[in-house]
């Protein structure tokens, strides 16, 4: 429930930095320059098709959105090859991001520090790196007011140092985002780890089999376990399959994946406590046991999910 009324909150108090238009074309065949806010879509599902003439990018909130080409076809250095950013020639992880859309996939122009935050002074920082977890904020402890968040990215701030405590979820997935932090939060923040944000369609498969996925235009998977996926393709779910204690049969099961692993995978949602109920070859869990253990999860600065009886429900 409080993840629930962070999410809520959150939209209370950001605010988009602009509003982007959109324009559709089939594919570019000429100079095309993108000079302000726009979602570019090319429904071109041809890699050779899709851009034969230039596609120059000049301005940092544009998105080009494939519709029908996965990431690993537009990543590819060959295929960017008439794609420009500010006058230089677009290549993936050094002056852009591309990451999975729907059934395709976007591109973004590159932000190596997507987020910058602010104290009551106005001083800010931006170099958060993507992924880590910072629970060590230094002069920034309990000093943030504000922060800007660049679209495509997410960022979960919480009051202590471990990740629990009063917490949120902000996903910038249509827009830049501006945000005030609420009261709650208010030169509070002692924890913050910032995520890429995929954008995958509603269609998943419960297996670790990127082939099926991919014949059946899938856009994540999960496997019952933390294998450090790195799919460009996918959106991967690790799971926290069951934490320590006894099953009904009396068996001592100790708890696994570790957070370690987890984490490693820098993914922005994690499954936990698959079939909590089924005892006899699960540890058996009550509705308290899992409560004890929800702050662990909160620690990861993932969106959880929660197992229960044999179906995932989200909390958000």
Not at 101 to 126: D, Q
């Amino acid at each position: 429930m409080r993840r629930i009324l962070s999410t809520l909150l959150s939209i209370l108090f950001s605010a988009a930095l602009y509003a982007n238009t959109s324009t559709k074309v089939e594919c570019v065949t000429e100079l095309v320059t993108l000079t302000t806010p726009i979602d570019y879509i090319i429904t071109s599902d041809s890699e050779t098709d899709a851009i034969t003439g230039t596609l120059a990018i000049a301005n940092d909130c544009v998105a080009v959105i494939f519709e029908n080409l996965k990431p690993t076809v537009t990543s590819k250095t060959a295929f960017l090859a008439n794609v420009t950013i500010n006058g230089r020639k677009a290549v993936d992880g050094t002056n852009c991001h591309v990451a999975v859309y729907r059934h395709g996939s976007i591109l973004f122009p590159y932000c190596k520090t997507p987020l910058t935050v602010y104290n009551e002074a106005g001083e800010s920082k931006s170099a958060w790196t993507v992924g880590s977890a910072y629970r060590v904020l230094s002069k920034w402890d309990n000093c943030i007011t504000r922060f800007t968040l660049k679209r495509g990215y997410m960022v979960t701030m919480a009051n202590h140092s471990d990740g629990t405590g009063y917490s949120h979820v902000f996903v910038a997935q249509d827009e830049d985002l501006d945000v005030t932090l609420p009261a709650a939060m208010q030169q509070s923040v002692s924890f913050l780890r910032v995520f890429e944000w995929n954008y995958p369609g509603k269609k998943g498969l419960a297996e670790d089999n990127t082939k099926a996925a991919g014949l059946m235009n899938m856009g994540w998977f999960y496997n019952w376990a933390a294998s450090n996926y790195q799919y460009q393709n996918f959106d991967y779910v690790p799971e926290r399959h069951h934490e320590s204690g006894w099953t009904k049969n009396g068996e001592y099961k100790g708890a696994w994946p570790s957070w370690d692993e987890i984490n490693s995978n820098v993914a922005t949602h994690v499954l936990g406590m698959n079939e909590p109920d089924n005892g006899s070859v699960e540890v058996y869990m009550t509705p308290e046991d899992m409560f004890k253990h929800h702050k662990d999860y909160l620690k990861s600065g993932n969106k959880i999910e929660h197992q229960l009886t044999n179906q995932a429900i989200s909390q958000y």
